[in-house]
């Protein structure tokens, strides 16, 4: 409709006043809400800035890097990402040191950023964006946002995504140096974003294929020490899986990949009546395996694994009721539409005699992390992004869960900010668990800014020791990792 | 999101087999002029890239091809020079067997590691490369095509 169409139509609708296109636009900009700053698009690299100190003081014995990974850049001209999880990985060096505090960003320089860019488009296929049939794709590494997490290993920075190979990333410069292959074998295996690290350093992880799936072991300076395919029970939607020190525990979800068809969520079908089972497999013998059933649930993320001295594992998770916010929710935060999202604490046991049972709790709860130190060994404590407001799509604040005494110690940001994912940094010589600091940032929507915080992890709910802020307002992203010194 | 790549490797991983049964085609009398296909952008110089030449759909999505060889690589670049072929359409597709064992590797779960490439560069969208993207017209005055792969 071009100008005078339309000042003639709503004349002739009898509007009291007349709109002008300007005003329509005006009042849908306004009409975004103050939350869409959590899912906006960054236009470039970010140069190294200084972060300004806003409260407290920086812990002595604090130095290091923050690295943060998400999406960052959904939208183009001729087309956008229409899934929260498909935009370009922008990863983030938030740096402590005796100077201060800076931030710098850069994109990862995926072959799908490139091929979007030269298109002017969101054109390559992803979680939950069709993309176009102009893409080009020679394999899954083509669609791959490397978005989702980083793993620092062998002096690089591994950004990684789900269905492709991780991208190496060089930590100093954040340059991207390619494409992750661990040998000409394989070239484009899946690598999820959610590798397990054992105290000793070595990694494991999966790499899902319907209902195959590898299982990758790393040593500590990041080279393969082996890897194995595995067959699975069903073939399910796998985002994290969890470890002890002597298993692995895969949630099958009854969230069944049972079609072919683009994008990959479109592929999945919601089995409630199916359940969730869990795959326990031994990790030096993976054909030894336990498989036990618990209710249907949803969930992206657990927490470490331990085993107990009768043989029972347990493990924490992030359940939802539904994959609503997969599905859906994910898709209607773009377009600035806040969905329903239940996510809360549980706990999970599985007994030696085959039974399994499902804890929940009413404590909203994401992004669960652990003291590293004891990953795979017994422990009590749970980090968290917590405290939902109605109406809202993001968390607003952070805390640890204590599964002996079963208090939390909770502290919200308030209104205004969206929180991310907090991770441990130990005090040095201090071996308790979670001795030491809780450092993660938030999205501040008032004041358009990204801050970085520090907190006592034995005192959460005294807020920050030290907070910084930004310059710039950068939108909310998924999973870090910190390196010291 | 993987069948496309199951599909890319079975339509080339039978390139490597068929080339073995693949003749000289039989002398006609109607015949066009040369083709001349170049490879480039060759990365790795080891092995060889296995050939198709192919003169209908059905063929270049699976069948035998009506011509085939295979060139050793030395370098960055690689020719042929194709002759005794009729007039009409036809489509190539290559891989590079870069460790040369006569077969296109795939990872464990089939998705290929090993280069490969179709003519008019035609890309993979969704699949293989399809035969409206890769033919081409070989008349009386021959044909040109220039590939990148690797
Ligand atoms: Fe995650």
């Given at each position: 409709?071009?100008?005078?169409?339309?000042?003639?139509?709503?004349?002739?609708?009898?509007?009291?006043?007349?709109?002008?296109?300007?005003?329509?636009?005006?009042?849908?900009?306004?009409?975004?809400?103050?939350?869409?700053?959590?899912?906006?698009?960054?236009?470039?690299?970010?140069?190294?800035?200084?972060?300004?100190?806003?409260?407290g003081r920086p812990p002595a014995g604090l130095a290091g890097t923050l690295?943060?990974?998400?999406?960052?850049?959904?939208?183009?001209?001729?087309?956008?990402?229409?899934?929260?999880?498909?935009?370009?990985?922008?990863?983030?060096?938030?740096r402590i040191g005796e100077?201060?505090a800076?931030?710098?960003?850069?994109?990862?320089?995926?072959?799908?950023?490139?091929?979007?860019?030269?298109?002017?488009?969101?054109?390559?296929?992803?979680?939950?964006?069709?993309?176009?049939?102009?893409?080009?794709?020679?394999?899954?590494?083509?669609?791959?946002?490397?978005?989702?997490?980083?793993?620092p290993?062998?002096?690089?920075?591994?950004?990684?995504?789900?269905?492709?190979?991780?991208?190496?990333?060089?930590?100093?410069?954040?340059?991207?140096?390619?494409?992750?292959?661990?040998?000409?074998?394989?070239?484009?295996?899946?690598?999820?974003?959610?590798?397990?690290i054992e105290p000793n350093g070595?990694?494991?992880?999966?790499?899902?294929?319907?209902?195959?799936?590898?299982?990758?072991?790393?040593?500590p300076?990041?080279?393969?020490?082996?890897?194995?395919?595995?067959?699975?029970?069903?073939?399910?939607?796998?985002?994290?899986?969890?470890?002890?020190?002597?298993?692995?525990?895969?949630?099958?979800?009854?969230?069944?990949?049972?079609?072919?068809?683009?994008?990959?969520?479109?592929?999945?079908?919601?089995?409630?009546?199916?359940?969730?089972?869990?795959?326990?497999?031994?990790?030096?013998?993976?054909?030894?395996?336990?498989?036990?059933?618990?209710?249907?649930?949803?969930?992206?993320?657990?927490?470490d694994?331990?085993?107990?001295?009768?043989?029972?594992?347990?493990?924490?998770?992030?359940?939802?009721?539904?994959?609503?916010?997969?599905?859906?929710?994910?898709?209607?935060?773009?377009?600035?539409?806040?969905?329903?999202?239940?996510?809360?604490?549980?706990?999970?046991?599985?007994?030696?005699?085959?039974?399994?049972?499902?804890?929940?709790?009413?404590?909203?709860?994401?992004?669960?992390r652990a003291d590293p130190r004891r990953a795979g060994l017994a422990r009590s404590k749970t980090i968290?992004?917590?405290?939902?407001?109605?109406?809202?799509?993001?968390?607003?604040?952070?805390?640890v869960?204590d599964?002996r005494?079963?208090?939390?110690d909770?502290?919200?940001?308030?209104?205004?900010?969206?929180?991310?994912?907090l991770l441990f940094v130990a005090r040095p010589g201090d071996d308790s668990e979670l001795g030491g600091w809780l450092i993660g940032?938030?999205?501040?929507?008032?004041?358009?800014?990204?801050?970085?915080h520090v907190f006592d992890a034995a005192h959460v709910?005294d807020?920050p020791l030290c907070?910084?802020?930004?310059?710039?307002?950068?939108?909310?992203?998924?999973?870090?990792a910190w390196m010291g010194g | 999101?993987?069948?496309?790549?199951?599909?890319?490797?079975?339509?080339?991983?039978?390139?490597?087999?068929?080339?073995?049964?693949?003749?000289?085609?039989?002398?006609?009398?109607?015949?066009?002029?040369?083709?001349?296909?170049?490879?480039?952008?060759?990365?790795?110089?080891?092995?060889?890239?296995?050939?198709?030449?192919?003169?209908?759909?059905?063929?270049?999505?699976?069948?035998?091809?009506?011509?085939?060889?295979?060139?050793?690589?030395?370098?960055?670049?690689?020719?042929?020079?194709?002759?005794?072929?009729?007039?009409?359409?036809?489509?190539?597709?290559?891989?590079?067997?870069?460790?040369?064992?006569?077969?296109?590797?795939?990872?464990?779960?089939?998705?290929?590691?090993?280069?490969?490439?179709?003519?008019?560069?035609?890309?993979?969208?969704?699949?293989?490369?399809?035969?409206?993207?890769?033919?081409?017209?070989?008349?009386?005055?021959?044909?040109?095509?220039?590939?990148?792969?690797?």
């Amino acid at each position: 409709m071009d100008r005078r169409a339309f000042l003639t139509a709503a004349a002739a609708a009898g509007l009291a006043q007349v709109v002008t296109p300007e005003q329509v636009f005006a009042r849908a900009a306004a009409s975004q809400p103050a939350w869409s700053l959590a899912v906006a698009d960054v236009a470039g690299d970010i140069p190294r800035q200084p972060l300004r100190r806003i409260h407290g003081r920086p812990p002595a014995g604090l130095a290091g890097t923050l690295y943060r990974n998400g999406p960052a850049r959904f939208r183009r001209p001729g087309g956008d990402a229409t899934h929260w999880f498909d935009g370009d990985g922008l990863v983030r060096a938030f740096r402590i040191g005796e100077q201060g505090a800076s931030l710098e960003a850069r994109f990862v320089d995926t072959f799908k950023r490139r091929q979007d860019t030269a298109a002017g488009a969101v054109i390559t296929p992803g979680f939950g964006t069709l993309g176009s049939d102009r893409a080009v794709i020679g394999s899954a590494d083509d669609t791959n946002a490397a978005n989702t997490a980083l793993l620092p290993i062998g002096g690089e920075l591994l950004a990684l995504w789900e269905a492709g190979s991780p991208y190496a990333v060089d930590p100093r410069t954040l340059e991207t140096r390619g494409l992750k292959t661990f040998s000409p074998d394989l070239a484009h295996m899946p690598f999820l974003a959610h590798p397990r690290i054992e105290p000793n350093g070595r990694v494991w992880n999966l790499g899902l294929a319907g209902r195959r799936a590898i299982v990758w072991t790393l040593e500590p300076s990041g080279a393969v020490e082996r890897t194995a395919l595995i067959d699975l029970p069903r073939a399910s939607y796998m985002h994290d899986f969890t470890a002890t020190d002597r298993h692995l525990i895969l949630v099958l979800q009854p969230l069944i990949q049972d079609r072919m068809t683009l994008p990959f969520v479109d592929a999945l079908s919601w089995r409630p009546e199916e359940g969730t089972q869990v795959l326990v497999l031994d990790k030096d013998d993976l054909s030894k395996r336990r498989l036990y059933d618990l209710p249907a649930f949803f969930c992206f993320h657990l927490g470490d694994a331990w085993s107990e001295a009768d043989g029972t594992l347990r493990f924490d998770a992030c359940l939802d009721s539904t994959p609503q916010f997969a599905v859906h929710g994910a898709r209607d935060l773009l377009v600035g539409k806040a969905g329903r999202n239940g996510v809360s604490l549980a706990m999970i046991a599985l007994h030696p005699d085959g039974r399994a049972e499902l804890n929940r709790t009413p404590l909203t709860a994401e992004f669960p992390r652990a003291d590293p130190r004891r990953a795979g060994l017994a422990r009590s404590k749970t980090i968290i992004n917590t405290v939902r407001t109605e109406g809202r799509p993001l968390l607003r604040g952070v805390g640890v869960s204590d599964w002996r005494t079963g208090k939390a110690d909770l502290f919200d940001y308030g209104p205004d900010q969206c929180a991310e994912e907090l991770l441990f940094v130990a005090r040095p010589g201090d071996d308790s668990e979670l001795g030491g600091w809780l450092i993660g940032t938030s999205l501040n929507l008032k004041a358009r800014a990204t801050e970085l915080h520090v907190f006592d992890a034995a005192h959460v709910a005294d807020g920050p020791l030290c907070s910084w802020r930004a310059e710039v307002g950068l939108p909310v992203g998924f999973h870090g990792a910190w390196m010291g010194g | 999101m993987f069948d496309h790549t199951f599909k890319t490797a079975a339509v080339f991983a039978s390139l490597g087999l068929v080339l073995a049964v693949v003749n000289a085609p039989p002398a006609v009398a109607q015949e066009a002029g040369a083709v001349t296909v170049t490879f480039s952008g060759i990365t790795r110089p080891t092995g060889a890239l296995m050939v198709g030449v192919y003169d209908s759909e059905a063929a270049f999505a699976g069948g035998k091809p009506v011509e085939g060889f295979r060139l050793e690589v030395a370098g960055p670049e690689a020719s042929q020079v194709i002759t005794g072929l009729k007039p009409g359409r036809y489509a190539i597709k290559v891989f590079h067997d870069v460790d040369g064992d006569g077969r296109m590797n795939t990872n464990g779960f089939g998705i290929p590691t090993e280069p490969y490439a179709a003519s008019n560069n035609a890309p993979s969208r969704m699949g293989p490369p399809s035969w409206a993207d890769a033919r081409f017209e070989v008349t009386a005055e021959g044909a040109a095509q220039t590939i990148t792969i690797d």
